[in-house]
């Protein structure tokens, strides 16, 4: 029945946007107990209520220790969630990297995305929050990944995801590697300015676009 499988997404963006930590995790098995898809639980549920709670910041009708406890709603719905996803085979999966760049410790957006491109069948090496430059470009020559993903929440930090693109340049890595940016002061126009490859607005989305990335040919 579609409807309960609608009332029970609203119930999961409502209570990570309402900070209900508890309440979220009987919602999250109601949800599972239902036999629904928990990706879209995932993107149509506790990530609406995220991205709601993060326009709420921005307007600072929320400060951080609001989004704090969002967060922490998020990740109780997840724990429930995760466990159910439907993971693609990764026989042949291709290697993604993914940080906040230096500077900036913001990582909910990032564990999002990592979550996502996980159950897209990529193999993600974390490479956590306030990434050094030198880090992105040395893990990118270690592993061979095909994709490098940068986030930020801060405009003060934005200019080291030019300086990654440019250190890979550099070290003769760019032609074999796709970059894909994000976070909440990025813009298209942005990721095209410093020769990133893609800019996402969500973790759904994000996923996708590095399915397509990965799948060009360099």
């Known amino acids: ?53 993060g326009q709420l ?14 967060s922490d709603a998020m990740y109780n719905g997840l724990e429930i969630l995760r466990p159910h996803l439907k993971a693609i085979s990764q026989d042949n999966a291709h290697t993604a990297i993914i ?21 897209a069948g990529f193999h993600v090496i974390d490479l956590g929050r306030d990434v050094p430059v030198e880090e992105f470009v040395s893990q990118t020559r270690e592993t061979g990944a095909s ?35 994000g976070g909440g002061p990025i813009s298209r126009s942005f990721a095209e300015q410093i020769g990133a490859d893609a800019y996402t607005v969500n973790a759904a989305e994000a996923a996708k676009r590095a399915q397509v990335l990965v799948a060009a040919p360099s």
Do not use: W
């Open 147 to 181: 994709l490098v993903c940068m986030s930020t929440l801060m405009t003060t930090t934005m200019d080291n995801m030019r300086r990654v693109i440019e250190r890979l340049k550099e070290e003769g890595l760019r032609d074999s590697v796709r970059v894909m940016v």
């Open 99 to 119: 940080g906040v760049v230096e500077g900036d410790t913001h990582d909910i957006g990032k564990n999002l995305v990592k979550i996502m491109l996980e159950t």
């Open 1 to 53: 029945m579609p409807d309960r499988k609608q009332e029970l997404l609203h119930e999961l963006e409502r209570c990570v946007l309402e900070m209900e930590d508890e309440a979220v995790v009987s919602a999250a098995e109601s949800y599972v107990d239902g036999g629904y898809d928990a990706y879209d639980g995932i993107t149509q549920g506790l990530s609406k209520g995220m991205e709601k709670a």
């Open 57 to 70: 910041y921005e307007e600072e009708e929320y400060f951080v220790p609001e989004l704090l406890i969002c």
